[in-house]
Each structure stands twice: as C-alpha cells, then as structure tokens.
T-cell receptor, first 108, second 116 residues
C-alpha cells in the first residue's frame, strides 16, 4: 500500500466551480504536506505547503490538513481551464513521499 | 538562473545498454534529488545528496543503478545494464535547504527514457 493515497481521477469540473482534491497518508509521523501541480509533459511545481491543522489560503487555492484523520485536501476556487493538470500530494517524514496524483480537467 | 538542467531530454536505448543521465542543479543549492516517475508507481525518490554526499539511497531499485555527484554543479544517474522496466521519466531536483518545514524542490524538465 502506497504511503500517500490519491484518487487518480480524472476529476472533471466546470469552469468557475470549486475543485476539491483529496489525499490520505499512512505515516502519523508525517510533519508537513505539499501540493505540486504537474502539467502534461512537464515537471512538478510546488503550489502549496501546510504544516499545521486547519486551512491555509493562497489566492484561489486553499489547503486543508486534518492530522487526526490523516487527511489533506486542496480546494481550487473559480476553476479555470488553465488549472487542468495533475495534482500531486506529498508528505514529509524524513523524506518526501508523493501520491500517484489526481488528474483535474476543467471544462470550459 | 536557468533552473535545473537535465540531459538528454529523451533517450531510447536497447536492453542491456548503459544509460547515463545528467543533471546540473541550481547554483547555490546544497541538495540534489533524483526521482523516477511512472504511471503505475508515480513519483519515487531514488537518491538524494547534500553537499555532494549521498544521504539516502534507499530508493535505488537495485545494483544496476548508481548515482554520483563529483562536484556541486553536476550529478549523474547511471543504469547498467538497462532493462525495459526501467522505462520512465527521470527527474532531477534541487533545493536550497531541506527539512520538515522547508521543502521547496525545483525540478528539472526530466529525461524520458525508453528501453526497448
């Protein structure tokens, strides 16, 4: 079983809607969590990091962390076609472990 | 800065051949990481270096894989002999610092390896 679990998707949302991406992790020692965006054929880029329980907002992006439930999520408000990409969840405990990624499709 | 540079961008080789992938990290970054990405297994850390010293190579799949960092501006990942199951995209990444509260890695464009 992979240590960081994500639904591979695709997740399809209409333009302007909220996209909700979810991730669970198995290692309770994980200390920090990250969301990377990867466009098709490109390399991953960091978009959000979160270290404590609760919400963290950055523009249209909100990361949510619940350590008791071992759950991390990423909300994208007012989704745009340019948000169409694969979103990788990652957890850090001694090293960074990535999930398989969720493919998001924003339909115009 | 030009970012992390990797070469070649694409490599097609035959089973049994030696493959060498190259990486130049961002100047001043003390940490260098090699990852492999496949559809089935996602992005996996193979090895990482700190100040040119290998710190964790537990992700290296087997002895056919080796990595070196002879200086702060250059690293290689070698596969000898290569096998079809090694086909993947190999990413190099670098980071200025590394730890639980700061983990921004900058990824290179990747090398798409196909082993026939």
């Amino acid at each position: 079983q992979k240590e960081v679990e994500q639904n591979s998707g695709p997740l399809s949302v209409p333009e302007g809607a909220i996209a909700s991406l979810n991730c669970t992790y198995s290692d309770r020692g994980s200390q920090s969590f990250f969301w990377y965006r990867q466009y098709s054929g490109k390399s991953p880029e960091l978009i959000m990091s979160i270290y404590s329980n609760g919400d963290k907002e950055d523009g249209r992006f909100t990361a949510q962390l619940n350590k008791a439930s071992q759950y991390v999520s990423l909300l994208i408000r007012d989704s745009q076609p340019s948000d169409s990409a694969t979103y990788l969840c990652a957890a850090f405990y001694q090293k960074v472990t990535f999930g398989i990624g969720t493919k998001l499709q924003v339909i115009p | 800065d030009a970012g992390v540079i990797q070469s070649p961008r694409h490599e097609v080789t035959e089973m049994g051949q030696e493959v060498t992938l190259r990486c130049k990290p961002i100047s001043g970054h003390d940490y260098l990481f090699w990852y492999r990405q496949t559809m089935m297994r996602g992005l996996e850390l193979l090895i990482y270096f700190n100040n040119n010293v290998p710190i964790d190579d537990s992700g290296m799949p087997e002895d056919r894989f080796s990595a070196k960092m002879p200086n702060a501006s250059f690293s290689t990942l070698k596969i000898q002999p290569s096998e079809p199951r090694d086909s993947a995209v190999y990413f190099c990444a670098s980071s200025l610092v590394w730890g639980s509260t700061y983990n921004e890695q900058f990824f290179g464009p990747g090398t798409r390896l196909t082993v026939l």
